[in-house]
């Protein structure tokens, strides 16, 4: 169950330019109420000057709402509908309303004339809105959009009051995992770095939590049977995982959310006695994501989409090319792709195991085996979830503030196969139509590390929404045959 991710209380307030009849704003903003159903906060003031704009803001913060809509009934008083925006401190959509019964005397609105103004008072104050791709609708298209600003909104208030907490210095050599904090505090996100050696001694005051027992019977019932590989190594595993949740809980601060990126290797297993994989993706699996290889915009990346989905996420590399033996065997004249749209993503024992096939297992991480225990009998390599991922339409995704400072983004939608993988870990294969061009022009080109976000829908449409909202400017997508980025060949 997903926890760790704001709930939206959602109000609309009703604009209304002077020179217009108030009675048309107000009679439209009811319409839309009614086009929504229950979870709508109807404003009672219809703003038509500043004063009126401060009335509705204090009556929506007594009403508890986080998020809003504005409403432009009819044209709208250009300063007090974005006064409304800057001084409302959560996320805010502007919309506004079609022409309704054909009276084009007194019914007559001009909304969407206004709507060509507020965005431009918008723009001067620097104020950050969402507007959906035709903003002048009729109020059961309202209503429509109003509900797909709903995760949008999630993800904004997420964002803005989420932590992440890190243990430990990036590995060697993963440079690909270290980037600029300075992004992160453009969107809003508070960061708290601790090392190694803080999460073994809280680890270490775990060691006779009277919960343990209680955490190790849920482990056994989600693995089943045939899961739990090693009942005896649970008890270890449970008390890790109490560790990470009452660090969260304690040093939140004044924040209300909370993401990991932990450093879980080369020294974490040797010290903890085991691979931390499992429980992180029962983390994940309530919208706590724990990054591997302490990838602070990975674990960013993933909170951003269990807000959008209210589901579980992963984090995976971008890892192996498909056989061609396995892609004509199993992949060719069966599903429409080439193979070069095709990939595996793979990660030590990270997914939840609502995600992953019925057999997945705790088993031992075979590369962290061969470096620390000589490929020998595996003892402290323990701890991973492992199996092929199931088959799921995906949205692959990730945002990342590059060495110059900048937020950067890519988004591309796809699907698991229904494939065996015939490998180890937590891994599928990955099909996104003209993935070897992405691959090149985007991932390669544009310097993204080798780690990426998935989210188990298709929700690219929302999560570039809330990328734009959140001001990143630069979004990538794994474009069609035909549209050419910008560093393509057009004669290759």
């Known amino acids: 169950m ?91 959509m502007y919309t506004s309303a079609a022409e309704g019964d054909g009276d084009l005397i007194n019914g007559r609105g001009d909304a969407y004339c206004g709507m060509l103004n507020c965005s431009y008072n918008l723009g001067m104050r620097h104020i950050s809105a969402y507007i959906p791709d035709y903003p002048c609708v009729t109020a059961e298209e309202a209503a429509r959009q109003i509900k797909e600003f709903f995760p949008v909104a999630r993800a904004v208030l997420g964002v803005r009051n989420l932590k992440i907490i890190t243990f430990g210095p990036r590995p060697q050599d993963f440079f690909a995992c270290n980037a600029p904090i300075k992004g992160l505090y453009e969107l809003g996100v508070e960061v708290e770095e601790n090392s190694e050696l803080d999460l073994l001694v809280s680890f270490k005051d775990h060691a006779s939590d009277p ?42 601060g004044a924040r209300k959310y909370v993401a990991f990126a932990d450093k879980c290797w080369p020294a974490f297993p040797k010290q903890f006695g085991f691979e931390p994989c499992y429980v992180n993706s029962r983390l994940a699996s309530r919208g706590i994501p724990v990054s591997c290889e302490v990838d602070i915009y990975g674990a960013l990346s993933e909170y951003i989409g269990s807000c959008i989905t209210a589901d579980a996420v992963t984090l995976l590399d971008i890892n192996n090319s498909v056989p061609k033996s396995l892609f004509d065997r199993e992949i060719a004249g069966k599903y429409d792709y080439k193979l070069t749209d095709t990939f595996m993503g793979f990660h030590c024992g990270n997914t939840p195991s609502c995600k992953m096939c019925s057999d997945r297992a705790v088993k031992y991480q075979l590369i962290q085996n061969r470096l620390l225990e000589n490929g020998g009998e595996p003892d402290f390599t323990r701890g991973t979830l492992e199996g092929d991922i199931a088959a799921s339409d995906i949205t692959f995704y990730r945002l990342q503030c590059d060495s110059e400072g900048v937020l950067r983004s890519y988004i591309a939608q796809g699907e698991v196969l229904p494939v065996r993988t015939g490998s180890f870990g937590g891994i599928g294969i990955f099909a996104i139509p003209e993935m070897g061009r992405f691959y090149r022009h985007a991932l390669i080109q544009q310097r993204f590390p080798h780690h990426g976000a998935v989210a188990f829908s298709h929700c690219g449409k929302t999560l570039f929404e809330v990328l734009k909202y959140l001001g990143v400017r630069n979004i990538e997508f794994n474009r069609p045959k035909g549209n050419l980025y910008p560093t393509e060949n057009p004669f290759a």
């Open 2 to 92: 997903i926890t760790n991710i704001p709930e939206v209380k959602m109000g609309i307030i009703a604009v209304s330019r002077d020179c217009f009849p108030i009675t048309l704003s107000e009679a439209r903003r009811g319409a839309v109420v009614k086009a929504f159903g229950k979870g709508l906060y109807e404003c009672p003031v219809t703003v038509e000057n500043e004063c009126d704009a401060m009335k509705a803001l204090e009556d929506v913060k007594k009403a508890g709402c986080n998020a809003l809509v504005v409403f432009l009934g009819n044209f709208g008083p250009e300063t007090p509908e974005t006064l409304i925006a800057q001084k409302f401190e959560g996320p805010v």
């Open 211 to 252: 919960r343990i027992s209680e955490v190790c019977e849920d482990m056994a019932n989600e693995l089943g049977v045939c899961g739990n590989n090693y009942p005896k190594l649970l008890p270890r595993l449970a008390q890790f995982e109490l560790t990470l949740l009452d660090w969260a809980e304690n040093h939140k």
